[in-house]
Structure formats: structure tokens, C-alpha cells
């Protein structure tokens, strides 16, 4: 008897926008070209450890360019990820430009999420190393489920639900713990912790300069 080789679905590897694939979606996003780079807080700023607040007016002007702040500055910043808070903005809200494990991009924001993770029997935790742009320069491992769910709504009120894998499983539960008032530093040991910042100490002046030359780059 000859042995059956499964074949594996091929991946699609449209960028999902919201979720949901579309056909082309260029580099740099819309959000970002319109936005203006906002100044990314720093661990131990009080607006970084407190709950923040949950947004109750959708589809202002003032909600819409929040979001294109977030986005741009986040692209300065080189991140995959950016919460509210770390703009100084108590809002429960971030955007998010994320590949998954298999390279698939992800792009979009989310208000007011809630996450949802699987049962403790099913889930598997993953330790990677992970970093934060309000903890710059540093990096450490930090333990994540492999999957996740996210729930909340678009800037104009209609629902999302956001499903990650991966390195972008890992990105959701990292800005939405920032939306509770926690860091990644939080999940660390008090030893790890200590590294963390220090490694912070270190860098931190080299990264604030490849941000600036970055802000430049892309003018305004």
C-alpha cells in the first residue's frame, strides 16, 4: 500500500484589512500618510499604568485623527503595534500593521477590544522574545498563547472580530494588556524585569534617534 501524502491548503496571502482580504493595500496606509507623529510614552509614565477609558463617541473627526496619529507614529517608531496610552490618550484603543507566522499582514485598529483567549486545556503558551516601543531598546522573552481573539469595533461603531496566530496572536495581547494599564514588563520576573530596564537604559537614546531620522524621512 502506497503511502497518502496530504497536501496543505496554500495560505492566501492577501493582507487582511479588519480581518478580511483584500486585493492590494499599499505600504504606508492612508491613516498614516494623513496623520502627524505624537510623541510615544515611556514605562513609568502614569497614563501607562492605569485602565483606560472606554470610547463612547464613534465616528468623530477627532476619533478618526487619533487614529491616523497612531498609525503614523507607529511606522516612525518601527512598531507592529500601538495603544492609545502610549500616546499619551486615555482611550481604549490601538492600530496594529502585524504579520502572522505565516507572513500574512495585518492591518487595522480596535476600540473598546475585549480578548478572548482558548481554555486553559487547549491552549498552548509560546515563549518569544518580545519587545515594546514604550520600553525602547529593550527585548525579552515573555510567554503568549498561539492564538487569539479580539473583539471590539471599528472607528465608526461597527463591530470587529479580530483572529491572530502566531507572532500577531502575540501583538494582540500585548496592546491589549496595555489598554488595562500593563506592560509586558509586568508578565516578567522581578530579575528580567530589571534586565529589561536596563537594557532600556542602554539603547534607549539610539533608538530615540532612528525615530527621528525616520520622522524626517517621511516628512512633516
Given at each position: 500500500m502506497s503511502v497518502r501524502h496530504e497536501r496543505s491548503r496554500p495560505v492566501d496571502r492577501r493582507v487582511r484589512l479588519h480581518?478580511?482580504?483584500?486585493?492590494?493595500?499599499?505600504?504606508?496606509?492612508?491613516?498614516?500618510?494623513?496623520?502627524?507623529v505624537r510623541r510615544v510614552t515611556v514605562v513609568g509614565e502614569e497614563v501607562l499604568g492605569r485602565r483606560c477609558r472606554e470610547v463612547t463617541a464613534f465616528g468623530t473627526p477627532e476619533l478618526s485623527a487619533l487614529i491616523d496619529?497612531?498609525?503614523?507614529?507607529?511606522?516612525?517608531?518601527?512598531g507592529a503595534g500601538l495603544a492609545a496610552n502610549q500616546v499619551g490618550v486615555d482611550l481604549r484603543l490601538f492600530v496594529y500593521d502585524c504579520p502572522d507566522d505565516t507572513g500574512v499582514r495585518h492591518v487595522g485598529h480596535l476600540i473598546n477590544p475585549v480578548l478572548e483567549l482558548p481554555d486553559p486545556g487547549s491552549r498552548r503558551l509560546i515563549d518569544d522574545f518580545?519587545?515594546?516601543?514604550?520600553?525602547?531598546?529593550?527585548t525579552m522573552?515573555?510567554?503568549?498563547?498561539?492564538?487569539?481573539?479580539?473583539r471590539g469595533f471599528d472607528k465608526d461603531?461597527?463591530?470587529?472580530v479580530i483572529e491572530g496566530t502566531g507572532y500577531f496572536a502575540r501583538c494582540l495581547q500585548h496592546e491589549t494588556d496595555h489598554?488595562?494599564?500593563?506592560?509586558?514588563?509586568?508578565?516578567?520576573?522581578?530579575?528580567?524585569?530589571?534586565?529589561?530596564?536596563?537594557?532600556m537604559e542602554d539603547r534607549r537614546e539610539d533608538v530615540f534617534a532612528r525615530r527621528a531620522i525616520k520622522a524626517a524621512g517621511l516628512g512633516r
Amino acid at each position: 500500500m502506497s503511502v497518502r501524502h496530504e497536501r496543505s491548503r496554500p495560505v492566501d496571502r492577501r493582507v487582511r484589512l479588519h480581518g478580511r482580504p483584500v486585493d492590494s493595500y499599499p505600504a504606508l496606509p492612508a491613516e498614516a500618510e494623513r496623520g502627524s507623529v505624537r510623541r510615544v510614552t515611556v514605562v513609568g509614565e502614569e497614563v501607562l499604568g492605569r485602565r483606560c477609558r472606554e470610547v463612547t463617541a464613534f465616528g468623530t473627526p477627532e476619533l478618526s485623527a487619533l487614529i491616523d496619529d497612531m498609525f503614523r507614529t507607529m511606522y516612525v517608531a518601527d512598531g507592529a503595534g500601538l495603544a492609545a496610552n502610549q500616546v499619551g490618550v486615555d482611550l481604549r484603543l490601538f492600530v496594529y500593521d502585524c504579520p502572522d507566522d505565516t507572513g500574512v499582514r495585518h492591518v487595522g485598529h480596535l476600540i473598546n477590544p475585549v480578548l478572548e483567549l482558548p481554555d486553559p486545556g487547549s491552549r498552548r503558551l509560546i515563549d518569544d522574545f518580545e519587545g515594546c516601543l514604550s520600553v525602547p531598546g529593550a527585548t525579552m522573552a515573555v510567554p503568549r498563547t498561539d492564538r487569539a481573539v479580539v473583539r471590539g469595533f471599528d472607528k465608526d461603531g461597527h463591530p470587529l472580530v479580530i483572529e491572530g496566530t502566531g507572532y500577531f496572536a502575540r501583538c494582540l495581547q500585548h496592546e491589549t494588556d496595555h489598554l488595562i494599564g500593563h506592560t509586558y514588563l509586568d508578565r516578567l520576573s522581578k530579575r528580567d524585569r530589571k534586565d529589561a530596564l536596563r537594557q532600556m537604559e542602554d539603547r534607549r537614546e539610539d533608538v530615540f534617534a532612528r525615530r527621528a531620522i525616520k520622522a524626517a524621512g517621511l516628512g512633516r
